[in-house]
């Protein structure tokens, strides 16, 4: 589902934030990717969101060979992909439903099956009775939980976290690591980045460290 090819991406001032990343993530698997601040983390779902591409190697998702995507295609693969980022990027002026239905509403889909999809994605996420708040009005974990539900609402096969419990305590940190789970048991392939090794230490899912861009542990690995 994710695979990495000697993947390294070098930027215009000459920083390596990736060097010869090799990994494959099967489909429906569930994994985590950590390391230390400016380990790579980010540059690696921003590779396999299409958001950078790789200077050299190869980066296949669900798939599809991304060196070769024209960029006429990138909207329509990235709708296979659900991402959830640390700070939430809601929009504080709609509110939660509206949030949600956001990417619905892009992708064209029709009023009934938007309303449809919100309710659904709010309701597995705790959420349905404050479709109508206004994220302004909800604590840290509800604002992570409808960035949740707008990733997912969508129904992705893939589903990415960048530091998505970086500004929780260890116990709403705890509940959004069991919505990762619940999204994973019904087939969904999650790959969460995160520099908490004391939260997801003991939930046996395999543990990718990168260390200044190369991978220490679980490098090549068949997850």
């Known amino acids: 589902m994710i695979e990495f090819h000697d993947v390294t991406k070098r930027y215009p ?21 950590t390391g230390h601040s400016g380990a ?5 779902l921003r590779l396999t969101t299409l958001l950078e591409r790789c ?31 640390q700070n939430h990027r809601l929009l504080m002026d ?46 840290g974990g509800e604002q992570q939980r409808v960035g949740i539900a707008r990733a997912v609402v969508h129904r992705p096969r893939i589903l990415l976290a960048d530091e998505p419990t970086g500004n929780l305590d260890p116990e709403l940190s705890r509940e959004i690591m069991g919505l990762f789970e619940s999204f994973n048991h019904v087939g969904v392939t999650v790959l969460v980045a995160t520099h908490d090794i004391s939260l997801i230490g ?20 068949a997850l």
């Open 13 to 33: 001032n000459g920083h390596e934030a990736l060097r010869d990343v090799s990994l494959r993530i099967e489909s429906g698997a569930m994994a985590f990717l």
């Open 40 to 44: 790579g983390k980010s540059t690696l």
């Open 55 to 85: 200077s050299r190697g190869q980066v296949l998702v669900g798939g599809h060979n991304l060196n070769r995507l024209s960029r006429r295609r990138i909207p329509y693969f990235r709708r296979n992909i659900g991402v959830v980022f």
């Open 94 to 139: 709609r509110t939660v439903f509206d949030n949600v239905a956001l990417p619905l509403v892009i992708a064209g889909f029709s009023h009934g099956e938007v309303g449809r999809r919100v309710r659904a994605a709010l309701d597995k996420v705790g959420l349905l009775g404050k479709s109508r708040a206004f994220p302004i009005t909800l604590s």
């Open 202 to 221: 003991d939930m046996g899912y395999d543990i990718l460290t990168l260390k200044d861009g190369s991978f220490v542990h679980g490098a090549g690995a």
